[in-house]
């Protein structure tokens, strides 16, 4: 089994900057790719972004350009860098990991095996 746990979240204004991060541990061999998922009261859990070991990025179409996903292998630790916050990326933001993806399904929630307990992250207006 593999555990993630993440850190970061918390109130912001809009425009500010937030950093969320998220360790594996536990069984972490081959973890491969990790990333992160949100999801707003009513609505989907969608893609924020996904990275492999060998650093292939995918954004979600929302936080594309405002966001930077980021990982440290050997700590088994995936980064967000998330700037220009709005209000409407008012969401719990989930830790998520696989022991193996196709790229073309990183935005499919169903396809990832391990996820984090989430952290709210809140954008005043």
């Known amino acids: 089994q593999v555990q993630l746990v993440e850190s970061g979240g918390g109130l912001v204004q809009a425009g500010g900057s937030l950093r969320l991060s998220c360790a594996a541990s536990?069984?972490?061999?081959?973890?491969?790719?990790m990333g992160w998922f949100r999801q707003a009261p009513g609505k989907q859990r969608e893609l924020v972004a996904a990275?492999?070991?060998?650093?292939?990025?995918r954004y979600g179409a929302s936080v594309k350009g405002r966001s930077t996903i980021s990982r440290d292998n050997a700590k088994n630790t995936v980064y967000l860098q998330m700037s220009s916050l709005k209000p409407e990326d008012t969401a719990v933001y989930y830790c998520?990991?696989?022991?193996?993806?196709?790229?073309?399904?990183?935005?499919?929630?169903?396809?990832?095996?391990?996820w984090g307990q989430g952290t709210q992250v809140t954008v005043s207006s």
């Open positions: 998520t990991a696989d022991r193996g993806i196709d790229p073309i399904y990183y935005s499919t929630a169903s396809m990832w095996d391990y």
């Open positions: 536990g069984n972490t061999f081959r973890i491969n790719p």
């Open positions: 990275i492999s070991t060998d650093g292939t990025t």
